[in-house]
């Protein structure tokens, strides 16, 4: 099977902290740029963080210094901790998995940050 299943989010209060995980299945994680995206409804899908197979790192702005984004190539796996969360980063998380034009993507993992 081929998929990516997110883990990890939930509710916290603004200023709060959450760790989310990404598990792929059936790809050769190491050969791909895995990247977590955010939507809400009716809104369009926003670039969050990206790493790449040897661990290159990008964030969008509005995360930078807040969030860090990490992989386990061992595991299959890639992490967002998230902290200093504040009530805007309330969104559906997406995990992605690029290896040239093709993208994987997973089911969603609901984060709000609300008091």
């Known amino acids: 099977q081929v998929q990516l299943v997110e883990s990890g989010g939930g509710l916290v209060q603004p200023g709060g902290s959450l760790r989310l995980s990404c598990a792929a299945s059936?790809?050769?994680?190491?050969?791909?740029?895995m990247t977590w995206y955010r939507q809400g409804p009716g809104e369009q899908r926003e670039f969050v963080a990206s790493i790449s197979p040897d661990g290159a790192t990008n964030y969008a702005d509005s995360v930078k210094g807040r969030f860090t984004i990490s992989r386990d190539n061992a595991k299959n796996s890639m992490y967002l901790q998230m902290n200093s969360l504040k009530p805007e980063d309330t969104n559906i998380y997406y995990c992605?998995?690029?290896?040239?034009?093709?993208?994987?993507w997973g089911q969603g993992i609901q984060v709000t940050a609300s008091s």
């Open positions: 059936g790809i050769s994680f190491n050969l791909y740029i």
């Open positions: 992605n998995a690029q290896r040239q034009r093709y993208n994987i």
